[in-house]
């Protein structure tokens, strides 16, 4: 069965550094989503992209964020220079059309430690 | 805004007992509503969905879910539970186009 991959599984960065995180949804998928979960918290939306475009963003998703679609096969989550409380599983979903009723498909997450 | 809250942050059971997790939903529509189980290091596997076509839904491992809209719930059981179902648990309701998440349940077997 098709999967949403991410890499890496754990990253561990420097406060003020930047840090690029990498998802390949599954490949006939059109709309993609970030989401958080720090330690002991819920699963947060961050944004969704559809056509090379935000769709839609959290408060949480401020300038220090950005998402991209460099090739035809990866989306990218890159935080340009890390706070502590950034540290948490990030989570790359993804799927096939934008209805309401399908399920998003979820990579293994990230898990982004921050010192 | 949809949201969804379930009740009870930790579950324990007996292996062979009925496991039963609680979510209510908040909702100004018709929600569509799912059950996503994260396994010991590892992402959101679906379980099951509701989508309206029916108010009780199978999933994958033996569980189910029944949409209850009086009660504004859409609680998951499984009528048996196997040391292989210690995980989390968490129920979802799309939001427009995202997933709004409740905080979880962690389950628990006793063998």
């Known amino acids: 069965e098709p999967e949403v991959t991410q890499t890496p599984s754990h990253q561990v960065t420097q406060m003020g550094q930047e840090v690029i995180l990498r998802c390949v949804p599954i490949?006939?998928?059109?709309?993609f989503y970030w989401y958080r979960q720090i330690l002991g918290q819920k699963v947060e939306f961050l944004v969704s992209?559809?056509?090379?475009?935000?769709?839609?963003k959290s408060e949480i998703f401020d300038d220090q964020f950005s998402v991209e679609r460099p090739d035809g096969s990866n989306f990218t989550l890159k935080i340009r220079s890390t706070k502590l409380e950034d540290s948490a599983m990030y989570f790359c979903?993804?799927?096939?059309?934008?209805?309401?009723?399908?399920?998003?498909?979820f990579g293994d997450g990230t898990r982004l430690s921050i010192l | 805004a949809q949201s969804v809250t379930q009740l009870g942050s930790h579950v324990s059971v007996s292996e062979g007992a009925l496991v039963l997790l609680r979510c209510n939903y908040s909702?100004?529509?018709?929600?569509?509503l799912f059950w996503y189980v994260q396994y010991p290091n590892q992402g959101l596997q679906l379980l099951l969905k509701y989508t309206s076509a029916a108010t009780l839904v199978k999933g994958i491992n033996g569980f189910e879910a029944e949409f209850k809209k009086s009660e504004t719930s859409f609680h998951l059981t499984k009528p048996s539970a196997h040391m292989s179902d210690a995980a989390e648990y968490f129920c979802a309701v799309s939001d427009g186009d995202k997933l709004s998440f409740g905080a979880g349940t962690t389950v628990t077997v006793r063998a």
């Open positions: 909702s100004s529509v018709p929600p569509y």
């Open positions: 979903a993804s799927r096939m059309t934008d209805n309401s009723n399908q399920p998003q498909h």
């Open positions: 992209f559809y056509n090379n475009e935000i769709s839609e």
């Open positions: 490949s006939n998928h059109l709309y």
